[in-house]
Structure formats: C-alpha cells, structure tokens
C-alpha cells in the first residue's frame, strides 16, 4: 500500500529517526508559536545535480565506466519524482500555507524496482546493461517498497507530475552524456 501523511511511521535507521525528530521539532515549534509550517516527505528525487547518493546516480556513475553494473537488492520498489516537479509541488505549497502545521508526501507516483530502471535505461540508450548482484551494496535496512500517496499534495494544490519516470530518465542521461 502506498504510504499516506497518515501511515504510521517507524524508522529503522539513525537517518529515519533524525527525520522524525526534525519533524517533531517542526510541530512543537508551530504549536508554541502559531507558524504555519508543511513538512515535506520526498521521496525518490532524481534530475540534474541532485546529489544524494541515491539508486539513479549510482546506475548513472557505473554507467560512465561499464554496461556491467554492481548492484544490491534490485528487486525494491521505489517513488519516483523528477526534480523540476519537486520544484513545482514545493512553489505550489508555497503559495497555500496551511493554518498551523501539515505534513505532505512529495513523490511522482511512479513507481518501479531497480531492475526496472535499468531496463528503461537500457532501452533508451539501446544497449544492453547487465546487472551483477553484489551482497556488499546490499542495506541493513531496507523496504523492499517504499511508494507515496499524493492526494494531499493534489488536494492542496491541484499538482500532478509532468514528468513520466522514462521521459525524465532520458533527460537525465542526455544532461549526464551517455546519450546523445
């Protein structure tokens, strides 16, 4: 099932829980002081410059080497949002601030497992990719999904992603220039 505003959180990570209590902090700071807050849950962002060490850039760095990648799970399944309607969502909320504090999931409501990106990859580069399993790469704690609901995101500002996962990915790789 998708994950709602309202699903219950439970980290299992440091990463996790700094994300709790940064949340926590946000709504005792808008309940002591009457500061219309929106805490943004993203999920899987993807585009130029992002930098975080993320699924996409990770294929995109092997991929500037080899068709052969090293891969952990490649069977999760993952949100994924374009950064330029990251930026979208993000100005749009901007322009509806709540009455005191929400919380509001910002993802594409794309979803795909790994092996999925790397096929999408492979057909728009028109190459095969191979996909080795490395145990290393795996994560200690992982979801095997992790997938949004946006239709708080849609109800406060009417947005949508623009972006299909392929459209976005192909921008992505000719932005990166392994595709011409």
């Known amino acids: 099932d998708d994950l709602s505003e309202s699903s219950p959180v439970a980290p299992v990570d440091m990463y996790g829980w700094s994300k709790l209590f940064g949340e926590q902090l946000c709504?005792?700071?808008?309940?002591?002081?009457?500061?219309?807050?929106?805490?943004?849950?993203?999920?899987?962002?993807?585009?130029?410059?992002?930098?975080?060490?993320?699924?996409?850039?990770?294929?995109?760095?092997?991929?500037?080497?080899?068709d052969e990648l090293k891969l952990g799970n490649t069977t999760t399944v993952r949100d994924y949002v374009h950064t330029s309607d990251t930026v979208t969502a993000l100005q749009l909320l901007g322009k509806t601030p709540p009455a005191s504090c929400r919380v509001v999931n910002i993802a594409g409501g794309q979803s795909a497992t790994v092996d999925q990106l790397v096929e999408m990859m492979a057909g728009i580069?028109?190459?095969?990719?191979?996909?080795?399993?490395?145990?290393?790469?795996?994560?200690?704690?992982?979801?095997?999904?992790?997938?949004?609901?946006?239709?708080?995101?849609?109800?406060?500002?009417?947005?949508?992603?623009?972006?299909?996962?392929?459209?976005?990915?192909?921008?992505?790789l000719r932005f990166e220039g392994l595709l011409d």
């Open 125 to 172: 580069l028109g190459r095969p990719i191979r996909i080795t399993t490395d145990p290393a790469r795996f994560r200690k704690a992982d979801k095997q999904v992790q997938t949004a609901n946006i239709d708080l995101l849609e109800q406060f500002t009417g947005w949508r992603s623009e972006r299909t996962l392929e459209d976005g990915l192909r921008d992505l």
């Open 27 to 66: 709504r005792w700071q808008s309940e002591d002081y009457g500061l219309p807050v929106t805490i943004c849950r993203f999920f899987n962002n993807y585009g130029p410059r992002e930098t975080n060490a993320h699924i996409i850039p990770e294929i995109i760095n092997q991929l500037r080497e080899s």
